[in-house]
């Protein structure tokens, strides 16, 4: 039967297809790659596996090269993931990043990743345009967090520090500000709220409440406003 040009998502469903349109079994298929699937960088640059397929004579000789590579991305993958350190991961990431906004209109400074802990990296965005990328209320700030979280962590297993500009910097301040009488009222009554909070700010009070008080019951609530603050109590025992 003649060759046959199938292009799928993933490898494996264009081998399946293949066999299917050809009539044999995937271990009697003569399978060229002509291009590898591909995740992109957050989405973007996505491709689809595309191959050239026909079926074989039995007496074929085994798989060349090329078909013997269908199970390699998925291992290589996985040891990748057991194995690679963070400072090897902050620099993939940080190149993916550079890569993926470079071409973008904001005037932007390097991208800087690093290890912030041994679980957590810090990205840094810095430049000209780089708190346009915060937008107003701080909700460019969040999707970007939300995006580069849902990307990062899956891959990688760690958790993300985003700071845009000093936006960060500046909310922990405002917070250790609000923070800190409110941390003396609950020492001395044994209880309390936060006011409501919103998108990183409830984030920084509960990281920075539950390190204060780290054998009280620390955890964020939602009033009848569907608005989100945090409440601090006694283990109920």
């Known amino acids: 039967m003649s060759e046959q040009r199938i292009e799928a998502k993933t490898l494996e469903e264009a081998f399946s297809k293949a066999s299917e349109a050809l009539g044999c079994s995937v271990a009697d298929l003569d399978i060229t790659i002509l291009q590898h699937p591909s995740k992109g960088i957050l989405g973007i640059g996505k491709k689809n596996a595309i191959i050239l397929a026909k079926c074989k004579g039995k007496e074929t000789p085994p798989p060349p090269k090329t078909l013997q590579k269908i199970e390699e991305p998925e291992i290589f993958d996985n040891f990748y993931k057991e194995t690679q350190d963070i400072y090897a991961i902050a620099g993939e990431v940080q190149n993916d990043l550079n890569r993926l906004f470079?071409?973008?209109?904001?005037?932007?400074?390097?991208?800087k990743v690093e290890p912030y802990d041994k679980e957590t990296?810090?990205?840094?965005?810095?430049?000209?345009?780089?708190?346009?990328?915060?937008?107003?209320e701080g909700y460019r700030y969040k999707a970007l967090s939300y995006m580069l979280f849902n990307w990062i962590n899956p891959k990688y297993g760690l958790q993300i520090r985003l700071e845009i500009a000093q936006f960060l910097k500046t909310q922990e301040e405002a917070m250790e500000k609000y923070l800190t009488p409110l941390i003396e009222q609950i020492q001395k009554e044994g209880r309390g709220q936060t006011k409501p909070l919103d998108g990183v700010l409830i984030q920084i009070a509960l990281k920075k409440l539950r390190e204060a008080f780290p054998d009280k019951y620390v955890a964020i609530r939602e009033n009848r406003r569907k608005e989100k603050y945090i409440i601090v109590n006694e283990f109920r025992k």
Do not use: V, Y
């Not at 071409?103 to 991208?111: N, T, V, W």
């Not at 990296?121 to 107003?136: P, Q």
């Open 102 to 111: 470079q071409d973008m209109c904001f005037r932007l400074d390097s991208i």
């Open 121 to 136: 990296l810090l990205i840094e965005f810095e430049g000209e345009d780089a708190a346009l990328l915060i937008g107003k």
